[in-house]
T-cell receptor
Framework: GQNIDQPTEMTATEGAIVQINCTYQ??????LFWYQQHAGEAPTFLSY??LDGLEEKGRFSSFLSRSKGYSYLLLKELQMKDSASYLC??????????WGAGTKLIIKP | ETGVTQTPRHLVMGMTNKKSLKCEQH?????MYWYKQSAKKPLELMFV???????ENNSVPSRFSPECPNSSHLFLHLHTLQPEDSALYLC??????????????FGAGSRLTVL
């Protein structure tokens, strides 16, 4: 079966750096996505990786290793507003999105 | 404002009721989706419409009935639901093909409680 694994919950301190990992086993690969979802709000697109390496976008970076079936989302200079759930998703060979259960990130002052 | 609007935001219904969820997008997208989001579970794709035709129905019980009258509107008709159907129902839209098909724009969801 197809599977996306990510930690259920993480806690970090304001101003620090946190890395949220995502591992996947899917039938084929056509890209990996990260979405952010604040409580009670819509998930919003953060990043898309289809080639190996690091994609940087401001305080957020996303890394992909296709050979390892692994990605991480790196958040720098954490702010209280970064408290949210972070969803990892992979497009398989049929271009279907397979989703992880999400990582709830708690930022403490 | 996400460009995808869902109503109602909250809905409580009995098992014998009939209700509908509505989704509207103002982004010029031509694919629309219904997802079910339950606590601590991955998003579950329910239905996909592309160019107003249903292209995906992931073994969803018949008590859920989608309708897509045009590329901007999507409905989910609900009847004789079960308590386990209580969840957040998310609508999303995207381009049907090309690079834009990679990015979904979600609505804020309709929180459904079945008593």
């Amino acid at each position: 079966g197809q599977n996306i694994d990510q930690p259920t919950e993480m806690t970090a301190t304001e101003g620090a750096i946190v890395q949220i990992n995502c591992t996947y086993q899917t039938s084929g690969f056509n890209g990996l996505f990260w979405y952010q979802q604040h409580a009670g709000e819509a998930p919003t697109f953060l990043s898309y990786n289809v080639l190996d390496g690091l994609e940087e976008k401001g305080r957020f970076s996303s890394f992909l290793s296709r050979s390892k079936g692994y990605s991480y989302l790196l958040l720098k200079e954490l702010q209280m507003k970064d408290s949210a759930s972070y969803l990892c998703a992979v497009k398989d060979s049929n271009y279907q999105l397979i989703w992880g259960a999400g990582t709830k990130l708690i930022i403490k002052p | 404002e996400t460009g995808v609007t869902q109503t109602p935001r909250h809905l409580v219904m009995g098992m014998t009721n009939k209700k509908s969820l509505k989704c509207e997008q103002h982004l010029g997208h031509n694919a629309m989706y219904w997802y079910k989001q339950s606590a601590k579970k991955p998003l579950e794709l329910m239905f996909v419409y592309s160019l107003e035709e249903r292209v995906e129905n992931n073994s969803v019980p018949s008590r859920f009935s989608p309708e897509c009258p045009n590329s901007s509107h999507l409905f989910l008709h609900l009847h004789t639901l079960q308590p386990e159907d209580s969840a957040l129902y998310l609508c999303a839209s995207s381009q049907a093909s090309g690079i834009g098909a990679n990015v979904l724009t979600f609505g804020a969801g309709s929180r459904l409680t079945v008593l």
